[in-house]
C-alpha cells in the first residue's frame, strides 16, 4: 500500500523557515517522482514543486522561486521541502504526492499525480 506521511508544518513568523518532510513506503521510491502541492482555504489545490524520479530535474511555481527548495534522500525514503522567507499567502494545508511511475509528463498539474497524503498545515503570521 503507498503511503505518503508529511510532517514539519506549523507556525512561524513571515520571513522565518521551515522544513517539510514526506516519507514515503509501500513502493519503490526511486522510481517515482514526489511533489508538494498546497490548499488554502477557500482556494484549489496549486502545484508548489516537484523533483523527478531520478533526481535530475526539479520544478517551482513562480510564486515560490528563490525561496523553497525541494530536494530527495532516496536512501531514507524522504521528500524535503526546505521554506523560506515565508509570507502570509504562503499558509495552506501542503500535500505530498506521488507522480506514476517513472514520470515524463507535466508535473504541475494535479490531475497526474497517483497518490496523495493527507497533509501537514503551514500557517505564516505577519
Known amino acids: 500500500e503507498v503511503q505518503l506521511v508529511e510532517s514539519g508544518g506549523g507556525l512561524v513568523q513571515a520571513g522565518g523557515s521551515l522544513r517539510l518532510s514526506c516519507a514515503a513506503s509501500?513502493?519503490?521510491?526511486?522510481?517515482?517522482?514526489i511533489g508538494w502541492f498546497r490548499q488554502a482555504p477557500g482556494k484549489e489545490r496549486e502545484f508548489v514543486s516537484a523533483?523527478?524520479?531520478?533526481?535530475?530535474?526539479?520544478y517551482d511555481a513562480d510564486s515560490v522561486k528563490g525561496r523553497f527548495t525541494i530536494s530527495r534522500d532516496n536512501a531514507e525514503n524522504t521528500v524535503y521541502l526546505q521554506m523560506n522567507s515565508l509570507k502570509p499567502e504562503d499558509t495552506a494545508v501542503y500535500y505530498c504526492?506521488?507522480?506514476?511511475?517513472?514520470?515524463?509528463?507535466?508535473?504541475?498539474?494535479?490531475?497526474?499525480?497517483?497518490?496523495w497524503g493527507r497533509g501537514t498545515l503551514v500557517i505564516v503570521s505577519s
Open positions: 504526492a506521488a507522480y506514476p511511475l517513472w514520470y515524463t509528463g507535466n508535473y504541475y498539474d494535479r490531475n497526474s499525480v497517483d497518490a
Open positions: 523533483i523527478s524520479w531520478s533526481g535530475g530535474s526539479t
Open positions: 509501500g513502493f519503490t521510491f526511486d522510481d517515482y517522482g
